[in-house]
């Protein structure tokens, strides 16, 4: 299988790697990257045209990297410029912005883009990703919780960060993570090793808690019919809580999914004779 092979320099500890930030316009993603490299935050927005490119020296362990960002455009308009700068990547920034929900909901088609940009050389598991939920700072307007942007991220093997490019918090920790985890699949041959890839938990158990938490009313929750008798709710009830028990399963927001599974029970027995 072709991997996504960085380029080595002739000193076998040093290495070249590409990385790029995705997301819609305005979620950070230069802001972050700014954070990172020149340590000050911007609080105009100067909007990213086509793309911008910069490179930095890191040390990983006993490895000097030599990092080339190449920080996307998150406009649509500029479409025809970024599609170019896909291929080659090790590392991939994925970020959005807590307080608005359709940003969270784009990461999907960002994907998609990069797949198709990628074409035949789109393997997947030759690419860190690290998902970027930013703004944290501005906790009033937040409307994307940790639980489900960490639930998106890791259930698809992607690490998750939560981060403010204003204030800075979770920046530093991210890049580090982002970085060691690039030279750990390097030195794996080009393909992250397996113990990133293995999140501790089940598809069904990720697609469950996300099924309860969009769900709309208590007998939606339990996945039973309106007016569904003692023992449907009682069946529906001990199978989520085998599912979801916070002893059994480590999916984020696993335990708050627990508790509106009880709730949910309770409410209906006290109205069901
Ligand atoms: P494009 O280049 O258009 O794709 O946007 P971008 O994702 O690069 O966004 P950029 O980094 O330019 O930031 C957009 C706006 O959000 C700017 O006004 C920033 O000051 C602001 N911003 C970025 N990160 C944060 C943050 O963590 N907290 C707050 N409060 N504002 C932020
Ligand atoms: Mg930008």
Redesign the pocket.
Known sequence: METNAPKRRDNKKSLRVKVI?L??????????I?RYCEKR????????IGIDYGVTKVQVRDREIKVNIF?????PFFYEVRNEFYKDSQGVLL?Y?VGLRESFDALDSWLGEMKQEMGSQANMESIVFIVCA?????TKRRVVDEGEGRLWAESRGFHYFE?????GEGINEMFQAFFSSITDMCENGGKRPVSEVNVGFTKEQADTIRRIRSSKDSWDMLGVKPGATREEVNKAYRKLAVLLHPDKCVAPGSEDAFKAVVNARTSLLKNIK
């Open positions: 930030s997301g819609n316009a305005e979620v950070g993603k230069s802001c972050i700014k935050f911007v609080p105009k927005y100067l909007a990213t920080d996307m455009a998150g406009h970020v912005d930013n703004k944290v700072d501005l981060t403010s490019a204003q204030s």
